[in-house]
């Protein structure tokens, strides 16, 4: 059974330990360390959504928001697990609790070879506005920058 949860303080230590692992695996510039991903959930500075499988973390999604603009910054799915909608899933409960917050819009860059992502972002509302050259290194890539109006009547 697949269930999506909000990150907090209160979340299990092997839940944590296993949602830090699944940013490290998925992304080589996941630069933070594991007491540096335990500040940030336990300040509510950032929102970290995951979702598991069978009660094993199996994709998460790593947020934030400043007043009314919020930012996607991580989304990782296991390869295993890719393809069953669950990127949608983390994105609509992120959607849902970025406009709790009063967020109007989100935004995100991409790897401009990252065709998955970028079909994963489209297929849920964001729309390509720009390009940010050389911005991802090792290796140097473009970046293609996309945002999604949330609007109130949305069903995400």
Known sequence: ????QILSEKTAANKLS??????VDNFSSF???YSEFLHNVQSGAQV?????NQGVPVGALQGSYVLDEGEL???AVC????QRGLGGGLLALFFTTLKAHGVAKVFLEVRQGNQGAQRLYEKNGFIKISQRKNYYQNPTENAWIY???LKEAENE
């Open 1 to 4: 059974m697949v269930t999506y």
């Open 79 to 82: 390869p295993t697990m890719r």
């Open 31 to 33: 630069g933070w360390s």
């Open 48 to 52: 970290f959504c995951y979702v598991e």
């Open 73 to 75: 910054l991580h989304i």
């Open 18 to 23: 296993a949602v830090y692992q699944l940013f």
């Open 147 to 149: 945002v999604k109006e």
